[in-house]
């Protein structure tokens, strides 16, 4: 059923669909990494347009299809003049897109920390800086890295997106590598295997991680 | 950029014909996925033998896949292993298979969140397992699931657009085939289309966060 | 969340990797060692020859009253849905209404559903369709997978450009042009062979290639001239250039095993030529007579 010669035939197509897929992933996640935080900082600041600003932003890419936010760097920005090509549309549109979600954790992480300690902080004599260095970020942090793993998780998956846009990831070669040879369910089958390598040891993280995090809490 | 003939009469009649056929496979797939989510995440949080580890097997399978490969896999590969559907039904099936995947492991964490404590009281007051999961455990789990639930449906209409790729005539399709017609419109067309998803999302996650804000 | 019975599946399917690696080396192996036989060729066998049943597909577009045809809805002059109407026009659509008209004695008993390159072979030989009218060209690869009627278009590649772009022809594009086209169509894999080291970005769908290449995300968009024509008419800032460089003549497609049904294709074919009917057609879309070669 499935053929083993698929693999072997287009290794080099697979290879580096699988290359394309691991710099996409790590660049929108670093990416989305900087931005979220930068936007959950705007929204708990206590300038109120900033605050508005950061909801929106927020609002805005949870509630639009992935596809849609990818299309808009794809096709829109050359309409104002500006051309990137799929894969840097496709990465940056998973950056964006996933960045919403991140700002959102990280927003929840760190106002799960009791305002009590804040003010207790504060009144001893710490700066604002100093309070959210030493009191807040610390506990935020170990709240907010299982949803963020879990979030660079459907990154990956996510990742697939740049087929649509001849991003020259792994699901598009997989794709081609089917349009060449007709032989479908294996095609996809490879797709499949390199995917769930990808995915499964973060699966098996972010799983190890919210126990972690149940057990102490 | 031309606002005007981007947002002509026969433009916006075409999306929304695209759009009604978004919705439409978004329902379908929230009905079947959900009632295929609860029964898996039940099946697996009670362990039962043999078929526990297997509905967990499919679970994290296709967990761990991206969608756009389960679409295009029940579309094309499907019918080699000698089922063939229409694309309709092809979009469907990938849909509810994977929402079903994410919506089971909502179930289960849901399930066990449920204080062991409030478990232990039941048994030894004399409920069966079947009776303290139906009267106990089902209760107080499945008002803790609906919020991350409604958000995964928000992830299901939003990931209908990736049928796209099967061209099913959905609301990406039709963008498509309208941002087609000038260069100038293109723009325009994907902000129209933006908002139309938008509203109908930001409706149903004012509706999310209302429930959450009741249970608190 | 996660108890310690969640860590099982997941290990289940490392397992399932491994076995599946596994398998994929020792294959390689096998064909190390063997001599190279071609191994596609049995994973194509088994789809043709399982439908050999008494019941024809010819005798099932009889029985429903209704010819299932698979066209395209995204190609202007062959198969495209207007967003206006809703309706699916195009000169393919003609060529099926005149086979539904020949077969069910109406043009209206015929239904069309919407078929890309890549999804109409797969879609006729799992019976979705009966038969495809759609800017298919004949190829002797095509043919071990299907048959074709007599050729009733004779298309070939060309390239669109944007007014004024430099290239010119086949001659001006090179490895590092941006060329785009669409996913399984026989024009990528001849302008790969044409210019050494070129890459084809490739899209789902003739739509979603030509937005790319309005975006400026291609400099050229290469497929069959009838094709491109059309998208002329729908964006008169593009123009076809260089002529035509391949030949691709288009063919009816129908699954193997079913020669009455390409024997009344081809007298279809064959009447719309001799009664000017075809004439007709071809110039109501393309604008002019056909070449009088055949």
Known sequence: MISPDILTDNWDLYLEGIRNTLSASLLALAGSFILGVIVAIMRITSFRLLNILGAVYVEFFRNIPLLLVVYIFFLGLPALGLTLNGFISGTLGLMVYTSAYIAEAVRAGIQSVPIGQTEAARSSGLTYTQTMRHVVLPQAVKIVIPPITNQFLNLVKNSSILSVVSGFDLMYFGDIVNSYTYDTVSSYAFVAVFYLILTIPLSIASNALERRLLRSG | MDFTSAYSRDNLSFLLEGFGLTLWLALLAIIFSFVLGCVLGIIRYAKVPVLSPIVGLFVELVRNLPLLLLIFFARFGLPELGVSLPPFWAAITALTLFEAAMIAEIVRSGLNSVDKGWVEAARSSGLSYGQTLQQIILPIGLRRMVPPIVSQFISLLKDTSLTVVITLGEMMHHANIVMGQNSRIVFPILLLVAFMYFIVNYVLSLFARRLEARQT | ?294
């Open chain 3, 1 to 294: 969340m996660m108890d310690r019975a969640g860590r099982l599946p997941l290990l289940g399917i490392l397992l399932l990797i491994t076995m599946l690696i596994a398998a994929g080396c020792g294959g390689n192996n096998k064909a190390g060692n063997g001599n190279a036989e071609p191994s596609n060729a049995p994973s194509a066998e088994p789809g043709n020859d399982a439908e050999a049943g008494s019941d024809t597909v010819l005798s099932q577009i009889t029985e429903r009253d209704k010819l299932i045809a698979g066209v395209k809805f995204d190609t202007k002059l062959f198969g495209l849905k207007d967003p206006g109407s809703g309706n699916v026009e195009g000169f393919d659509i003609d060529i099926a209404k005149a086979i539904a008209k020949k077969l069910l004695g109406d043009e209206t008993k015929l239904e069309l559903k919407e078929v890309t390159s890549k999804t109409r072979m797969p879609m006729l030989n799992n019976g979705e369709i009966d038969l495809i009218v759609a800017t298919m060209t004949v190829t002797d690869e095509r043919k071990k997978e299907v048959d074709f009627s007599e050729i009733y278009f004779n298309a070939g590649q060309s390239l669109l450009v944007k007014k004024g772009s430099a290239i010119r022809g086949l001659d001006d594009v090179t490895k590092d042009t941006k060329v785009v086209g669409v996913k399984g169509a026989t024009s990528i894999k001849n302008i790969e062979d044409k210019v050494e080291g070129l890459r084809v970005q490739q899209f789902e769908n003739y739509q979603e290639a030509f937005n790319a290449l309005k975006a400026g995300q291609g400099d050229v968009l290469t497929t069959d001239n009838a094709i491109l024509y059309g998208m002329t008419k729908q964006d008169s800032n593009y123009e076809v250039v260089g002529g035509t460089f391949t030949d691709e003549p288009y063919g009816i497609a129908i699954k193997k095993g079913q020669a009455d049904l390409v024997t009344a294709v081809n007298e279809v074919i064959a009447e719309l030529k001799s009664s000017g009917e075809y004439d007709r057609i071809y110039e109501k879309w393309i604008g002019e007579k056909p070449e009088t070669k055949q």
